[in-house]
């Protein structure tokens, strides 16, 4: 999704330490870009990274407690979701803050213990579940994806998972081969998770309906 002359203004819900806002920052110039997120160690890390990006900003906030008469171009929620008890109140917040595009991902599928324990997930989304929620609510769905497929896989996290999940990295120094072969799948997850060959990750562009 390029139309730069269309976003205006993006808000990237649960940004964390701001990576993804950095990049919608650099990728849109003309835009302002503030990325929010209730930890204060995340937003701290993200201002202390991403200072001098001049279109940037952050925000420690709860998402519900922001105030809908101001809206954004582009609204997103990555990898969010699925940590709520409740999503449906946040992603309702969510079509009321966005006046043109809504850009979300969450995992799909069966939900393995692992993701329960080391993830924090209360769930992961049935097929069709989030186009149908964001249909209802006024906003059409433009393009989707159901992507991974190998690496976010059934195949794949259930190796995980009987590998202890995030538990089972050992978190030392990665050799030469290491490195490199680490690389290989990095580049080859990218690519996997832009075809959409099927797998377990969902992401969703929506655009919300003219009245």
Known sequence: MKHPEY??????????????????AEDYP??????????EVGIHKAQENYSHVNNLSFLCSNAMDL??????????????????????????KITELSHKYILVSVPV????????????????FKRGELERFFNHHGFKTVKVFYAGFPFYSPITR??????????????????????????????????????????DQFMGLFEKVEE
């Open 30 to 39: 003309k835009a302002s870009v503030i990325g929010v997120d209730f930890s």
């Open 158 to 199: 259930d190796l995980l998972s009987l590998a202890g999940g995030s538990h089972g990295l050992s978190g030392k120094e990665l050799g030469f081969w290491q490195k490199k072969s680490s690389l290989l799948l990095y580049y080859l997850y990218r690519y996997f998770s832009t075809v959409n060959w099927g797998g």
């Open 7 to 24: 976003i205006k203004n993006i808000l990237d819900i649960g940004c964390g330490k701001g990576l993804n806002t950095a990049f919608f």
């Open 109 to 124: 599928g069966r939900m393995r213990a692992y993701e329960v324990e080391a993830a924090g997930h209360f769930r992961n």
């Open 67 to 92: 105030q809908s008469d101001k809206t954004f171009s582009l609204v997103c929620a990555f990898e969010l979701l699925e940590h709520l008890e409740d999503w449906e109140p946040l992603a309702v």
